[in-house]
């Protein structure tokens, strides 16, 4: 009987065992091309102490180009974050013309709550977030280390952009405020200003008012969150319509169609195209098939 047992198993597995001596064929896709979506780049971090990465993303003639381009630095930019889809964003207005060329700097991040988080000063969130705060420092090292890397190795215009998600927007509301000449286009989404018992939207005003800088703008949504976030974008959207010399902004209330998972995608489109839209284009006239009566006219 055990003899039996094992010619069975034998039987059972042999067309495996032959595909095995023979060769089993290759994984689908194996045989492919791997699709290169940007360049990488590790740099060493004086600042924080250890190499990070940078992920860019070009438009198409960068090398060639005689107009220098607005670099778009992405928060949480990793390749396993945000940056494949806001590089593919960016490719999507050079085909299709939705928006001005951008290059795309994805700035990834470690802990993202020591990171992207201004110093708490209410008790809770001390206790709480003991990692907490470290926003200071991941702002030097961009401003000193990442802006003076890309700036010395692609052709970068003037104009600056930073856009985030959840705490990364807070990291951009607090950026605003607390170096305000850092960029020039700002765009958070869905900003965690529950952070710290709205610290940063109760400080906003002031801050605000103490900028004196001209030709900035900042994009602001929210998605269907509620509670101290939505209570806190309250407290900021009150500080800019009410303090002279804040930058120009432009709000969007995306709580009945976005929750916090789905938000950040489409408003970064809307945003890219509010900010880099092209000049109206003249088309001429209205070809005779596109108008409402359907006939040629004189100037056909």
């Known amino acids: 009987m055990p003899q039996l047992i094992v010619l069975f198993v034998l039987l059972a597995l042999a067309p495996s065992l032959v595909l095995a001596q023979a060769g089993a064929p290759a994984a689908p896709g194996s045989d492919g091309t791997p699709i290169t979506f940007g360049t990488s780049h ?43 889809h ?6 999507l207005g050079v085909v299709g013309w939705q928006f001005q060329p951008l290059i795309v700097v994805g700035i990834e991040t470690g802990e993202r709550i020591h990171e992207l988080t201004p110093a708490p000063q209410d008790p809770r969130y001390i206790n709480s977030f003991d990692t907490s ?3 200071a420092d991941f702002r030097a090292y961009i401003a000193e280390e990442v802006i003076p890397y890309i700036e010395s190795h692609y052709r970068v215009g003037e104009r600056r952009a930073i856009i ?12 605003l405020l607390e170096q305000p000449d850092l960029f020039d286009d700002y765009i958070a989404i869905s900003p965690s200003l529950w952070w710290d018992d709205q610290a940063a939207s109760r400080g906003a005003a002031e801050h605000l008012a103490a900028a004196n800088r001209e030709d900035w703008r900042l994009y602001l949504t929210m998605a269907d969150e509620g509670g101290t976030m939505q209570a806190g974008l309250d407290r900021l959207l009150t500080a800019l319509q009410d303090t002279p010399g804040a930058p120009d902004w432009r709000h969007v209330d995306r709580r009945g169609s976005e929750t916090h998972a789905t938000v950040f995608h489409p408003a970064a489109l809307d945003a890219l195209r509010w900010l880099y839209s092209y000049p109206p284009y003249d088309y001429g006239p209205t070809p005779w098939y596109l108008r409402e009566d359907g006939s040629p006219g004189d100037d056909d």
């Open 42 to 84: 590790r740099i060493d971090s004086a600042i924080l102490g250890e190499s990070r990465t940078l992920n860019v993303w070009l438009p198409p003639g960068h090398d060639t180009a005689e107009t220098p381009y607005t670099v778009l630095y992405l928060i949480d930019g990793g390749v396993e974050q945000d940056y494949p």
């Open 133 to 135: 705060g470290g926003a």
């Open 86 to 91: 806001i590089a593919g964003l960016a490719q």
């Open 164 to 175: 985030g998600e959840s705490l990364a927007g807070l990291f951009i509301v607090d950026t």
